[in-house]
């Protein structure tokens, strides 16, 4: 029985992914270096430092610049999610909330994000949700399993019984590494490994999400 659902935050619950797209394109500009929305869909999920390194294709550089690098996409990255409000939360999401709420299931949001507090803030989600696992703590990032395991021991409850929604491949394999079903957001091409693929959250609820699962349960292993 799933008791807990662990939302992913940017790309399940809000968009903020075309802000980090314009943001490390922007960076991609200052270094001279092409960076177009095809080679973005690998950052997709992952972490500030691996995005960094996937933008610079090869390209070495030293910690010092590493660190500079980075601070400067998270100030182009701020600068972009500052114009955030409400009505930046994706259609559906606060309905599942609520009714999660309503039926007495626990909710998470585990971001891979140092940035999760402040959007989480904005969208004024926060009275919605149990609590947040994100890129601050000092946990190894998506497709470690580490994020979701702190997660299901801050509500205590073994992994099994909760349930992951993510857009991205990392998050789908992290949610299997930490032993938990997966629902995937978006094409099947990218989020395929999941136990289910839904476009978003537009129109679903948490009860056809449960039911639907429950009915392909023959095709995976539920630990
Ligand atoms: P930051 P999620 C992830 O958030 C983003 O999808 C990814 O693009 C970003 O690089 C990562 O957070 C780190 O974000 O630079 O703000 O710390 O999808 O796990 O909610
Ligand atoms: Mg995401």
């Excluded at 904005?122 to 947040?132: A, P, R």
């Amino acid at each position: 029985m799933i008791r807990a659902f662990l939302f992913d935050l940017d790309g399940v619950l809000t968009d903020t992914s075309e802000f980090h797209f314009l943001a490390w394109k922007r960076l991609g500009e200052d270094l001279q270096i092409p960076f177009n929305r095809e080679q973005n869909e690998a950052l997709r999920g992952v972490s500030r430092r691996e995005s960094l390194a996937l933008l610079l294709q090869g390209k070495t550089v030293t910690e010092e610049e590493a660190q500079q690098l980075m601070e400067r996409k998270n100030r182009y990255y701020v600068d972009y999610i500052k114009k955030l409000t409400p009505a930046n939360v994706l259609p559906g999401s606060r309905e599942i909330l609520i009714e999660l709420a309503s039926m007495g299931l626990k909710r998470m949001i585990v971001s891979a994000s140092k940035n999760a507090a402040l959007v989480i803030k904005l969208l004024q989600i926060g009275d919605l949700i149990d609590g947040v696992v994100d890129g601050s703590s000092q946990a190894r990032s998506k497709p470690a399993p580490d994020l979701f395991l702190l997660a299901a021991k801050a509500l205590d409850l073994d992994p099994k019984f909760c349930l992951v929604l993510e857009d991205a491949a990392a998050g789908i394999e992290a949610a299997h590494a930490a032993g938990m079903l997966a629902v995937g957001l978006g094409p099947v091409e990218r989020v395929g490994a999941a136990e289910l693929v839904i476009p978003s959250l537009e129109g679903q609820s948490a009860i056809s999400i449960l039911k639907r699962l429950d009915k392909k349960k023959s095709t995976y292993t539920w630990a």
